[in-house]
């Protein structure tokens, strides 16, 4: 088995506290590496708990009799290459087995993985996905725009492939960049079926005879958006079923890195010139947007230390109606209720819960403001 280093970002994003670069202190040597070999065996190879998100496309156990022939009669480029035939679903089941097992020990506690398919086999590794201990978070289907027509007429035409996102446990604290989705989806919620087409012209990768280097390599668009919402820069993201190397291309254009584990040498080849050719995003634009949640936590008594608000200042709800005053332990006192803002914010309104950061605000030359805006004005002090 042989390790084939692919081109490094030349202008890497600073390092995020996964990075293993920041966290030892010095590369592994397997990182932004194609590794050729099995992948079961070729995982062994890697750290545990070393990878923060992975993207399989496992073979999809088509085993497609005979020819597939459009109704002129010519020959349909399916995938029928020895790779993706398994003799059982029971051999094909054994064969899942193991490789998620493999995954399971790379992946990172709180990592996630995404698995991609077909109705020929996503049902059956979403079981035993289950069965060894995953959680699955969504099942995302692929809508394609453009998919290939049943030529034979005797199904409905396949113009979708389903990819469930799980993480190792159910109480797992995994990446979802919500933000940073909704504010590429036009400040909408990101939904789970997402409309991209096929991978096809210039991306299409082609030998010297203008054939198809790999029969279902799969477009970046799609891999930009998993990336992009359950990864950040500086982490390392897993294809253990690297083909063409598309996962690679896209991490190392948003700044991860990626290990990959191949075992056909044409395909290898083509993935390491790919990606060599690619460019990097600057490190400046790859910031990953975030909500309010993601942000530091900011207790209230750090604004009575800062000197952004005093003892005895007076607060009040957004109309005036509710009124307390702020104590020097960083809690509030409103009649009978005594508390912090948030417990004190819900007393006075009869509630069982309420964010003080929003109910409570001081006025200044007239004009209420949120104390949520003091909070901020701390953040940005300390950045």
């Not at 490094?8 to 995020?16: G, I, M, Q, Y």
Request: charged share 25%; glycine share 8%.
């Amino acid at each position: 088995m042989s390790v084939l280093r692919t081109g490094v970002p030349a202008a890497a994003p600073r390092l995020s506290p996964t990075d293993p670069s920041a966290r030892s202190g010095s590369r592994p040597e397997w990182l932004d590496t194609i590794l050729k070999g099995d992948c079961v065996a070729a995982l062994e190879r890697l750290p545990k708990d070393s990878v923060d998100l992975v993207f399989a496309d496992p073979p999809y156990n088509l085993q497609l009799g005979g020819d597939l022939l459009r109704p002129d009669q010519s020959k349909v480029d399916a995938c029928d290459d020895h790779w993706d035939q398994f003799a059982s679903f029971e051999a094909y089941d054994a064969f899942t087995r193991a490789w998620l097992m493999a995954v399971r020990r790379v992946l990172k506690p709180n990592g996630g993985l995404w698995v991609i398919g077909s109705y020929h086999n996503i049902f059956r590794v979403g079981a035993i996905l289950q069965d060894l201990g995953f959680w699955i978070l969504n099942d995302v289907v692929w809508l394609k725009s453009n998919p290939m027509p049943n030529f034979r007429g005797k199904r409905f035409t396949n113009a979708h492939e389903t990819m469930i996102w799980a993480s190792p446990s159910r109480d797992a604290k995994y990446t979802f960049n919500y933000e940073a989705l909704k504010t590429f989806n036009d400040d909408l919620q990101m939904r789970s079926d997402w409309h991209l087409p096929i991978c096809t012209g210039q991306e299409r990768l082609k030998d010297d005879d203008g054939q198809k280097v790999h029969p279902t390599q799969k477009p970046e668009s799609l891999l930009y958006r998993v990336l992009l919402a359950a990864s950040n820069p500086g982490d390392v993201v897993l294809d253990p079923f690297f083909g063409t190397g598309t996962t690679g291309a896209v991490a190392k254009k948003l700044g991860r890195h990626f290990v990959g584990v191949e075992r056909e040498q044409d395909y290898i080849d083509a993935a390491r010139a790919r990606i060599d050719a690619i460019e990097p995003a600057a490190a400046h634009t790859l910031t990953v947007t975030q909500g309010k949640r993601a942000a530091p936590r900011v207790p209230f008594g750090n604004l009575l230390e800062a000197g952004l608000i005093k003892p005895g200042a007076q607060l009040t709800c957004a109309k005036g109606k509710h009124k307390a005053e702020v104590r020097a332990d960083g809690s509030l006192v409103s009649g009978d209720h005594t508390g912090s803002i948030h417990k004190v914010g819900a007393l006075v309104q009869g509630f069982d819960a309420c964010n003080g950061w929003t109910f409570w605000h001081i006025t200044d030359k007239g004009k209420r403001t949120p104390i949520d805006a003091l909070r901020q004005t701390f953040r940005k002090s300390k950045t």
